[in-house]
């Protein structure tokens, strides 16, 4: 169980004063949660302090399911507020209230979380200005229990552990090899292409035209079958020369390409309760982030799906064991029991509940252009509240986010921002008013419908906004130091 909330009043470097006044849940001792849709014992955890007077700790609630979106051009402060984010789910200690454990996998574009298993206080001395922040909020000098991965091919200094992922060729749908080559599957003869080749493969078999052997359909191909089919099979020869050669050249070279081997993704590797997982992805040209990306996802929302079926299931058989007991009827009771045993030892075989935290989201849910991840990525925020799964995206361009995306988020961060568009669309995301009045220190009032602007493009470093639908306006907060080394250079 988290310890005792240690007392951590001081006044903030820099304060703010909004009107009206702030209404909003109330938190784990006096504090400010948002985001919480059920009532009960606090799910929460510590993400910073209002910046304005008392100064109350802010708690983002985690026993409901949340799109959560952290805005911010660079160098605002966003990262560092993922890893903070990140750290929280996977605390034992007060920074974290509740004992529900679940999986956190962070997707990290430019291996800002590098550094992330190194504790702050067993790195640096007492007198780092880092380490006296700290300790100023009283946060415990504590290492989550967490895990590096990356890409099989790609390398990390040999102080940093590490483990090695890889993906199968058969990991890849019709979809995914499309978002790889760029190709559109409806408008564009390559995709077409690579749509019947990959049917053919590994779901209708085809007819070898050099022998007229029937080959059979093969769900767990390898590179080399894709290669043979589009050569030899007599149907593809109807379209252009042209085309299959450019796939068939694309197809040798992924052959080349080290992620690729016989192991693929286990989703049970990288999803684990209580654990932090960060998977290293700047070594991956982009287009190949964004199938691993994309994989990820649809495995994660197939296993918790099995698993968030069985789940209700064991409720189910226990409610009926408790009432059948009270009815007297205790065989009826065991047998309900067995069937919930059973219920929770499939629920097992799935996946837990879990936060996906992606840095750089732009890169995946474009506004334009092809990329595999983009469609499932779409899929999770639409349905993955509904099998418990949570997602964190960074951005430092708002605007370039596919607009279906931009209008599902349930909580937003907004650090500093300074372009126009990215302005209008943050401002388009928010689920609740901007303060009439804000008075940023002792010199800048900011006063009317041109708040919000003023506001984003004045915060101080480390300092964001957030917008939750479960308070009367949007609020500044100051994001609480991290406990462990921040690898993104500056706050």
């Known amino acids: 169980m988290p310890g005792t ?41 510590y993400v910073g302090k209002q910046a304005e007077a008392p100064f109350k ?112 060729a058969s990991d890849l749908g019709a979809d995914e090899w499309c978002g790889l080559f760029e190709a559109d599957p409806f408008a564009d003869p390559l995709g077409h292409l690579i749509t019947e080749l990959y049917a053919k493969v590994a779901e209708d078999g085809y007819t070898d035209s050099r022998t007229g052997t029937p080959v059979p359909a093969n769900p767990t191909f390898v590179l080399a079958d894709l290669v043979t089919a589009l050569l030899y099979d007599g149907d593809l020869q109807r379209y252009h020369r042209d085309t299959r050669e450019s796939l068939r050249r694309r197809l040798e070279s992924i052959r080349r390409l080290p992620v690729f081997s016989d192991a693929g993704l286990d989703m049970r590797q990288l999803v684990r309760p209580g654990h932090i997982s960060v998977l290293l992805l700047r070594e991956l040209d982009h287009q190949l982030r964004g199938v691993m990306v994309a ?136 689920n609740t008013a901007a303060p009439t009045e804000v008075t940023m220190g002792s010199r800048q009032r900011f006063e009317g419908s041109r708040s919000f602007e003023a506001l984003v493009r004045n915060l101080p470093l480390g300092y964001a906004l957030v917008s939750s639908d479960r308070s009367n306006r949007l609020f500044p907060i100051r994001v609480r130091p991290r406990v462990t080394v921040h690898g993104g250079g500056e706050y």
Not at 14 to 43: C, M, T, W
Not at 88 to 101: E, T
Not at 314 to 322: F, G, K
Not at 369 to 378: D, E, H, N, V, W
């Open 5 to 45: 909330i240690p007392d951590s009043t001081f006044r903030l470097e820099h304060s703010f004063a909004a009107k009206p006044d702030l209404v909003a849940d109330q938190g784990p001792d006096n504090g400010i949660l948002v985001g919480a849709h059920a009532r009960g014992e606090y799910e929460a955890l």
């Open 57 to 168: 700790n802010v708690w983002i609630d985690c026993r409901g399911a949340h799109a959560l979106y952290v805005m911010g051009k660079r160098r605002s402060g966003k990262s560092y507020t993922l890893g903070a984010l990140a750290e929280g789910l996977g605390a034992s200690g007060w920074i974290r209230q509740g004992d529900k454990r679940q999986g956190v996998l962070i997707l990290d574009t430019m291996n800002v979380y590098l550094t992330m298993p190194f504790g702050l206080e067993a790195t640096y001395s007492a007198q780092d200005a880092a380490v006296k922040e700290m300790r100023k909020w009283k946060l415990p000098a504590e290492q989550p229990s967490m895990s590096l991965f990356r890409p099989r091919g790609t390398e990390l200094p040999p102080a940093i552990p590490s483990t090695e992922v890889s993906l199968r």
């Open 295 to 430: 994989l990820i996802v649809k495995r994660l929302m197939q296993l918790r799906g099995r698993s968030e079926q069985h789940e209700r299931i064991h409720e189910i058989h226990n409610a009926r064991a408790r009432k059948l007991a009270d009815d007297g009827d205790t065989d009826g009771a065991d047998r309900e029991m067995r069937a919930a045993a059973e219920a929770s030892n499939l629920a097992q075989e799935g996946l837990p509940r879990c936060w996906l935290i992606i840095d750089e989201a732009h890169n995946y849910i474009p506004a334009q252009g092809i990329i595999a991840s983009r469609r499932p990525l779409k899929r999770y925020v639409d349905e993955g509240r509904n099998l418990g799964l949570s997602i964190v995206v960074a951005t430092q361009q708002p605007s370039g986010l596919d607009p279906s995306i931009q209008r599902n988020a349930d909580l937003l961060v907004v650090h500093s921002l300074s372009h126009k568009d990215d302005i209008v669309a943050a401002e388009g995301m928010i």
